[in-house]
């Protein structure tokens, strides 16, 4: 009986002398803590990127080009090396929604050309590429359609000229006909007179 009290207070020692220690290590660190803190140490710095991406990200979803467009640039001003990546591609992203106001393609292609450009270990990079050759494509089948209505427009006023052409020479045929009705009246009445 006397040794299973010696190991229980062993136990009390062991519990009392950690708690004593983690006591220690925390009183000891938190003015570290408080100070690297308040000097904007990583901690903060990683909180306030990561809120920062993740309103510009959330901000984009509701429609919201404006502000996501200037957290994005906020971002890529003050965290360029972490997250710059992420806002230039929800940079490039704004540019290419049909939604948005100013949406312009060669703007958003600007965007994604940096992003494969300044970080090309990106896992947005392919990501890019693709939107990239998507706006390309798109921006050469709206020449094309453009090209087409033009020369749609074109053969039409043609088509429009000469009809306004074939008008002109049906009414001078029918002026026509009308001369040679007449001269041909004026020559029944002259036969008749001759031959009495």
Not at 1 to 14: A, E, P, T, V
Request: glycine content about 6%.
């Amino acid at each position: 009986m006397g040794g299973q009290h010696s190991r229980q207070r062993k136990h009390i020692f062991l519990y009392l002398a950690c708690w004593i220690g983690l006591s220690l290590v925390v009183a000891g660190c938190s003015p570290l803590f408080s100070q690297y803190e308040a000097e904007g140490g990583p901690f903060q710095q990683e909180t306030g990127s990561r809120q920062l991406l993740s309103q510009a990200k959330l901000s984009f979803e509701k429609g919201d080009f404006s502000a996501s467009f200037k957290e994005s640039r906020e971002i890529l001003t003050r965290f360029p090396q972490k997250y710059g990546d992420q806002a230039l591609y929800i940079m490039g992203l704004i540019y290419a929604d049909p939604e948005y106001l100013y949406a312009k393609y060669e703007i958003s292609i600007y965007y994604f050309d940096r992003l494969v450009m300044e970080y090309p270990k990106s896992a947005l990079k392919r990501k890019a590429k693709i939107w990239i050759g998507l706006l390309n494509q798109n921006m050469d089948y709206a020449t094309r359609v453009d090209n087409n209505n033009d020369q749609i427009t074109s053969l039409k006023n043609e088509l429009s000229s000469q009809k306004k052409q074939i008008n002109n020479l049906l009414n001078q045929i029918k002026q026509l006909k009308e001369i040679d009705l007449g001269i041909e009246e004026k020559k029944r009445e002259a036969l008749p007179k001759i031959g009495q």
